[in-house]
């Protein structure tokens, strides 16, 4: 998902702002396992025992000047208490204020503040905040975890946090040995003062957080970063590889009840009857309730006391129901539907003239297939409530606490302060855990208020079984794309008239009146024209389906890449062109990002010098997505109709690295989902209304035997740091067409490939 | 009630025998380190050991481990030296990204290199397809596979 943070603070309605800020609750300073009695579960590694000392739990802003104008004072996500604790030992927990999923911030935004904080890193531990006003996305304002914002929007936070801590730390030891602060210095832990005397930040901790919290402070310069750049492990490596680190599924509370949903067929359709006599006599099942599910629909959970009865409960369900009332989408029917809106004209996203296109020497005319895709994070979804007269408490691993405690809230009917979220760690997420209508949360608050109603007082853990989660919606959106081009014998593109088809992702939910401009969707559009200098024409149309359409990694580019990159090889190929030079030209004396990429995965391919065997072939692409640049060399085969890729060669530009070892990983798995993609069974259908697939029998996933060797490399830069969790994704797909092209001739304009 | 061999403890669960060993870890024992991904051992992460052998705990009910040794994640990163031998590899490669497919992946390759001392990748591709990673960490899986074979050697 694609957040400009400044216009989105600036759009975001007033009442969703406020409702926000209401929803964020008192400050808490500590968030760890500890103060969960009864839970006996492991959080982000073994948080020491021993309590620690949040620094600056009495905040002062010290103001050197003392200008008399009204103290500025810092801003709850700029307090070093809610980010940092030290304990008496020298361990330094450090709060995140992002979900990990998978993309490794869990180390990286605490190797920024260790960097600041001259922090000892063996040292340093790391843990989840809370729906806390000071875990928000500093530019958002509100708790995000998605559009790779994480460490671009809180590269400076952290490290400010991390010298915050550093100076007050230095202020006590110079208190305590009667020393002006610039005679010290800090070193991997330790206060340093003359004569080489030395304190532990764990020996300073208590009398640190008397000192007043700065307000400016020094950063250091670059060149002195010992751990910002270095391959860095991941900091929950071992709980990870042991079986020792929990997720939202494995949240055990006293008495805890398990339930499942029976959810209609069709998106919001309604219950007709049903008889629960059979679910009601399996051993184990507590209750069976009528319950409301997502788009109005009506469902009905079974209550029991573990996920096996709960489930053999639903099984024996007789259930009918009512789809009278909503629209039953059909693959067959989108597809024609689609196709016809694409020849009729739209809202207009890019004027050009296309008078050129009539008279053109060469002309390609193209139409593109992009099915629905469910995003399958392997954890499914899940979100255990607790009620406690006009409290609740939720456990899950989301991307948006703070919208989900508001929607807790409003579902429960209580008082958004009095709603607290406890955000787990998530098995994977790819979007699927950033959902502005809260679809899971709501209904499993929907479960809980059932159940008290029918009496019962135990927490309810609502789980989903993977059939539900395949079945259940917030798809990547089927899209059709269609293109006019007009080109001359030397490539030169003179008209470029391109249509695009699909479900507005973000209409109807908080984020359209930032994103849907003009009836145009900017989810859509992103990544089509940049970076080549073409006379495009875009028009747009978002029809409305009953199918709920959700952000799916790297969102617009998804399908916008493939379009741009693989029509753009088309016309350098018709043209006896080589795909490099073509882009590159084409790029003008702009874009040097974008050719850094490209250029660096094309010398460290071979491309152009090694001699590829005679059944394969180089596919090229590059995107900018997120603010980051990935290019993709390739090397692809197919045999007897079927693609094979062989090797991937990455060229990678997303300005300042924090942890290679992060960068690395996600452009690797980035690339495996821009794989899934083309792969057969990658693509979500519904005849008459009902979703076709179930698991990953017929939702397939790549495996072990579909990962082609992948080499990553990245462009050197000293710039802040843009984002790396999407971005990986969006070329794959085009380069793999692209030698698929080079191959047979033939570019696939359909996902996933059929070439047969 | 039936009893379960459960990483060398005979343990009672009270759990009706059709249950799978699944859900007789999870939510009866508490034993959440194996974990639910598919229920139709389509993706693996729900894999054990019964009698060194890798199984699909979420179609396995507890009936067919009547008598026999169930080993699972809990301990197989530390009391058996292969495990422990996977475990440090995982963790030299950095292998796990969201985490949540991992103990089955342990698990399989932990059978994978207790049965072959020295896997090819066909070897390993054959051990581990059955288990699912949606983050994409096959090629570390790959290169911490090889090397726990090597430091095995």
């Known amino acids: 998902m694609h957040f400009d943070a400044q216009t989105a603070r600036a759009h975001m309605p007033k009442g969703l702002v406020a409702l926000m800020n209401q929803a964020q609750g008192a400050i808490n300073t500590e968030s760890d396992a500890a103060s969960h009695e009864g839970v006996a579960r492991r959080t982000f590694l073994k948080v020491s025992a021993a309590s620690g000392f949040a620094l600056g739990a009495f905040p002062l802003v010290a103001s050197a000047q003392g200008a008399g104008a009204a103290a500025a004072g810092l801003k709850p996500f700029e307090q070093p208490s809610a980010f940092v604790r030290i304990d008496a030992d020298g361990t330094v927990t450090v709060t995140i204020n992002r979900l990990d999923f998978g993309q490794g911030v869990q180390t990286g935004l605490p190797m920024i503040l260790a960097e600041e904080l001259d922090a000892d890193w063996s040292k340093v531990r790391s843990v989840h905040g809370d729906a806390n006003q000071a875990y928000a996305d500093p530019m958002m304002g509100m708790h995000l975890t998605g559009g790779s914002n994480s460490i671009k929007n809180s590269y400076t936070q952290y490290r400010e946090l991390g010298a915050r801590t550093r100076a007050m730390l230095v202020s006590a030891a110079a208190a305590q040995w009667g020393v002006d602060a610039s005679a010290l210095r800090t070193s991997n832990g330790f206060v340093v003062g003359p004569g080489g005397k030395k304190l532990g930040y764990g020996a300073l901790a208590e009398a640190a957080m008397k000192q007043p919290v700065p307000e400016k402070v020094t950063l250091k310069d670059p060149k002195q970063f010992r751990l910002i750049g270095k391959p860095t492990g991941r900091l929950d490596a071992k709980a990870k590889s042991s079986g020792q680190q929990d997720y939202g599924i494995d949240v055990r509370l006293p008495g805890m009840l398990t339930a499942v949903v029976a959810r209609p067929p069709v998106f919001g359709a309604k219950l007709k009857s049903m008889d629960d006599s059979a679910a009601k006599a399996i051993k184990g099942v507590k209750a069976v309730l009528r319950v409301p599910t997502d788009r109005g629909g009506e469902g009905v959970a079974i209550v029991a006391d573990g996920y096996w009865p709960a489930k053999q409960g639903r099984d024996a369900l007789k259930v009918e129901w009512d789809t009278s009332a909503v629209g039953k989408p059909d693959t067959t029917a989108l597809l024609a539907q689609y196709r016809e809106l694409a020849t009729k004209p739209g809202n207009v996203a890019m004027q050009a003239d296309m008078a050129p296109l009539a008279g053109a020497a060469h002309k390609i005319s193209a139409e593109f297939v992009f099915p629905y895709l469910a995003h399958a994070p392997m954890e499914p979804l899940n979100c255990t409530v607790k009620l406690d007269g006009d409290k609740a408490e939720l456990w899950m691993g989301t991307q948006m606490p703070g919208l989900d405690a508001m929607a807790a809230a409003k579902t429960l009917g209580l008082q958004p302060q009095n709603v607290k979220v406890n955000t787990q760690m998530a098995g994977g997420g790819f979007g699927r855990r950033a959902i502005p209508t809260s679809d899971y949360v709501v209904e499993a608050c929907g479960v809980a208020k059932a159940a008290r109603t029918a009496g019962i007082t135990a927490p309810v853990r609502t789980l989903w079984s993977r059939e539900d989660a395949i079945k259940g919606g917030y798809y990547r959106p089927m899209h059709v794309h269609r293109a006019e081009i007009g080109f001359d014998a030397q490539g030169k593109i003179l008209a470029w008239d391109h249509t695009i088809v699909g479900q507005s992702i973000t209409k109807g939910s908080p984020f359209e009146a930032f994103m849907v401009k003009n009836g145009i969707d900017a989810t859509a559009v992103e990544g089509m024209k940049e970076p080549y200098n073409v006379p495009m024409k875009l028009s747009v149309h978002h029809p409305d389906v009953n199918v709920p359409v959700l952000w799916w990694r790297s969102v617009g580019s998804t399908h916008t890449a493939y379009a741009m990159e693989t029509l753009i090889d088309e016309v350098a190929r018709t043209t006896k062109q080589d795909p490099v030079a073509y882009r590159m030209a084409l790029m003008g004396d702009k874009h040097p990002r974008h050719k850094a990429a490209l250029q660096l995965a094309v010398a460290q391919s071979g491309y152009g010098k090694k001699k590829l065997a005679a059944d394969r072939a180089w596919g090229v692409a590059v995107h900018e997505s997120f603010e980051s640049v990935v290019a993709y060399v390739v090397e692809a085969s197919v045999k007897d109709g079927t693609p094979k890729l062989h090797s991937i060669t990455a060229g990678v530009h997303c300005n300042l690295v924090v942890n290679p070892k992060s960068v690395e990983a996600q452009v690797q798995g980035a690339a495996l989902m821009g794989l899934s993609m083309c792969l057969p069974g990658g693509a979500i259908t519904l005849k008459d209304g009902v979703v076709e697939q179930s698991n990953f029998g017929d939702f397939a996933v790549p495996r072990i035997t579909d990962m082609p060797q992948v080499t990553v490399h990245i462009v050197p830069s000293a710039d802040p740091p843009k984002g790396m969790g999407e971005p990986g994704l969006p070329p794959l797909a085009p380069a793999f067409a692209n030698a698929i092209a080079q191959l047979t001739g033939k570019t696939p304009r359909e996902l996933p490939f059929k070439l047969a | ?153």
């Open chain 2, 1 to 153: 009630m039936p009893t379960l061999n459960i990483n060398g403890k005979d343990t009672a669960v009270d759990a009706d025998e059709s249950t799978p060993i699944l859900w007789a870890l999870r939510d009866t024992l508490g034993m959440t380190g194996t974990k639910f991904g598919c229920g139709q051992a389509l993706c693996g992460a729900c894999t054990v050991h019964l009698n060194g052998a890798p199984i699909r705990s979420c179609i396995t009910h507890i009936s067919a481990a009547a008598g026999q040794k169930i080993t699972t994640i809990e301990a197989v990163t530390t009391n058996d030296k292969v495990g422990k031998a996977v475990h440090a590899a995982w963790v030299k490669h950095d292998v796990a990204q969201c985490g949540y497919c991992q103990s089955g992946q342990i698990m399989s390759a932990t059978a994978l290199l207790q049965g072959k001392k020295k896997p090819t990748d066909a070897d390993i591709d054959a051990a581990m397809a059955g288990n699912v990673c949606r983050c994409g960490t096959y090629v570390r899986i790959r290169a911490a596979i090889h090397d726990a074979a090597k430091t095995l050697a």
